[in-house]
């Protein structure tokens, strides 16, 4: 008892200083994309259907502890649970797309419009006011919720990781159906391309192959050396690997836009600034409505936190083959990219700070 009553004291003393950590993280990576931006390129393109491989490997060591740690009855009873998950689709598909496209009007559209000058020519040789192309991009990001880094959000928030999987799995789904014909909607786009390559691989790279590994590498590791030893032993070496990985993907992650960054840094923020209030908006929404339904915190906490969070790579696979890579819509998915963890952790400390709240 000693032992695990110490190493949850060690991870929240570590948790504790994560913000420093991040800031540093994003700070080397900046510099290193900036003094190496050959390598930082040659990471960046080394994907397939805008999965990057880097990142996934990043994000495989951040989920499988994850995945290891789930007992499946949790799964089970999760899914038999409908309040969540309800919530949770309600406000990806029925309010976060209107927030999002309202609130990067107001702001790009009319506020910051006279700091964003100038046209761009996009595919089919067609003239389009850069605003508006950074606000379609930030459409795209609106519509498409996050299917795999809100399991890490989601543990380091201490909730139902079982919740978490049944919800990532539910919103993988859903966006196979509703992606296309909304965000075609909300564009004025006819026969939006839906990217399913990139929605599949990411679910499967993500989620699929962790959480086959750590379903049978945990049944394997119980029955060798005992539920004991899984828990105080390999649980307490394996913790600090998603921590870590986390944090290595903060720095491939701002290496790879390092030039841009320094390059643009008005515009980036300028961008930033729309997606971040939507982001906390959609957040407080999702959590006010977990409290007046009377869900747990540990139900509530992965309720809000997916609703908050977005799939960057159907974003920015979906912006290429409507604008092209180099359009005002793929630089505001990009900036989707670079606010999202530091973002997300500060909500994960917001929710962990407020579980009284609910308890």
């Not at 919740?163 to 965000?183: K, R």
Request: proline content about 5%; glycine content about 8%.
């Amino acid at each position: 008892m000693d032992h695990v009553i110490h190493e949850e004291r060690h991870l929240s003393f570590f948790e504790k200083y994560l913000t420093g950590w991040v800031l540093l993280c994003i700070g080397l990576g900046i510099m290193l994309g900036k003094l190496f931006p050959q390598v930082a390129v040659a990471l960046d393109q080394f994907s397939i259907y805008q999965v990057s491989i880097p990142i996934a490997i990043c994000l495989f060591f951040m989920m499988y502890p994850i995945m290891v740690k789930i007992d499946f009855a949790e799964v089970i009873k999760a899914g038999k649970t409908p309040k969540p998950v309800i919530l949770t689709l309600f406000v990806n598909w029925c309010i976060k797309p209107f927030t999002m496209l309202a609130i990067a009007t107001l702001f790009l559209g009319v506020l910051f419009k006279g700091w964003l000058p100038g046209v761009e020519i996009v595919k089919g040789g067609a003239q389009v006011e850069l605003f508006r192309s950074y606000i379609a991009g930030c459409i795209l990001l609106g519509i498409a919720p996050c299917t795999a880094m809100v399991l890490i959000w989601g543990h380091l928030a201490k909730s139902n990781d079982g919740h978490t999987l049944v919800m990532v799995a539910i919103n993988s789904l859903s966006m196979l159906f509703l992606y296309a014909p909304l965000g075609g909607w909300l564009l004025g786009v006819n026969k939006m391309p839906i990217p399913w390559q990139t929605i599949v691989l990411s679910v499967v790279i993500y989620v699929g192959l962790p959480l086959l590994l750590g379903y049978y590498s945990r049944k394997w590791l119980i029955a060798k050396n005992g539920f004991k030893w899984f828990e105080e032993k390999f649980l307490h070496y394996l913790t600090p690997v998603s921590i870590c990985a986390l944090l290595l993907t903060l720095v491939l992650l701002f290496s790879f836009k390092g030039e841009l960054i320094i390059n643009q840094p008005q515009i980036i923020f300028l961008i930033a600034v729309p997606l971040f209030i939507q982001t906390c908006l959609i957040f407080g929404i999702s959590y006010v409505l977990a409290k007046w339904l009377k869900l747990s915190y540990r139900d509530a906490a992965p309720s809000a936190l997916i609703g908050a969070s977005n799939h960057f790579e159907v974003a920015i696979a979906t912006s290429t083959i409507l604008f092209g890579l180099s359009s005002g819509a793929s630089l505001a998915t990009v900036v989707g990219v670079l606010i999202e963890v530091p973002v997300m952790l500060m909500l994960v400390k917001v929710c962990v700070r407020t579980k009284s709240w609910f308890d």
